[in-house]
């Protein structure tokens, strides 16, 4: 039996879910595009969606909402997002690892810090310097085209200038589930590497290639910098394989 998630008093949660195996999720806007309105469609309506980031190979999520509901509208969600990208992409298989997690929120400062995590995760990832991020609700909240989020700005930072600074700082303490060691190449470029290698879909290109073929791309990826794990994220090739491949190449630095 799965164990019972921790209940917020406050029906306030720290959602996150990834790719399985770590693989990519999102292989361009359209797939970011669809998400956001599957959010919109299931939880926007049923409860508030307080902040949001999608990333490469895994989504943050910041809602109020019961967990008995909350549990339903995210199973909808992230099935019918993995049925749409089965399809668009031509792959078959569970597109996420297991259950969605989840943090119950228990506290003022714990909310804010949430808010501010989520926001920083392009930054941590070395997706962006900045918090400026087409894909989180951190530009919602500055650029006040949604006036639900900039009221929340107000009531939980004052000013533009204070929601800013915020963000500003960087709390190691603040722990959470993702991984915070350095890349040698971020996801984002190792997504361009990729497809310039395997074409518009790495995961597809790379399984219609033979054995040997297939190793000996699997080490030019390895080659160029990717880790053993973003090369597992991007081509759904399974751990094993890629280590026979490309760790008789060169040794795992910084697999992350």
């Known amino acids: 039996m799965p164990n019972p998630r921790e209940l917020s008093e406050y029906d306030t949660y720290h959602l996150m879910a990834r790719g399985v195996g770590q693989q990519i999720i999102f292989e361009d806007d ?21 902040a949001w980031c999608l990333m490469s190979n895994h989504i943050h999520l910041l809602v109020e909402l019961d967990m008995e509901t909350l549990s339903k509208v995210m199973m909808s ?42 926001h920083q995760n392009p ?5 962006t310097k900045t918090c400026v991020y087409k894909w989180s609700s951190y530009t919602t909240y500055l650029d006040g085209s949604d006036s639900e989020f900039s009221q929340r700005l107000k009531e939980l ?18 722990k959470c ?29 790379i399984n219609k290639l033979r054995r040997d073929a297939r190793d000996s791309a699997l080490r030019e990826l390895g080659a160029r910098g990717l880790t053993q794990k973003q090369i597992q994220r991007i081509t759904g090739i ?18 992350v």
Request: charged share 30%; no cysteine; glycine share 10%.
């Open 30 to 50: 359209k797939d970011y595009e669809q998400m956001l309105a599957l959010i919109d469609k299931y939880l926007g309506k049923r409860g508030k969606v307080i």
């Open 77 to 118: 969600t992230l099935s019918e997002y993995a049925l749409y990208f089965n399809q668009r992409h031509g792959r078959a298989g569970h597109l996420f690892q297991g259950r969605f997690r989840s943090k119950a929120i228990d506290s003022e400062q714990y909310f804010l810090q949430t808010i501010r995590y989520i």
């Open 123 to 127: 930054v941590e990832g070395e997706v």
């Open 157 to 174: 930072f004052g000013t533009r200038e204070e929601f800013e600074e915020y963000h500003l700082y960087f709390d190691k303490s603040f």
């Open 177 to 205: 589930w993702d991984d915070r060691t350095n890349r040698r190449v971020s996801d984002s470029k190792a997504i361009k590497i990729a497809k310039k290698l395997l074409g518009d879909n790495p995961s597809f290109g």
């Open 238 to 255: 399974g751990r094993g394989i890629v280590q026979r491949a490309v760790g008789a190449a060169r040794p795992n630095l910084n697999d």
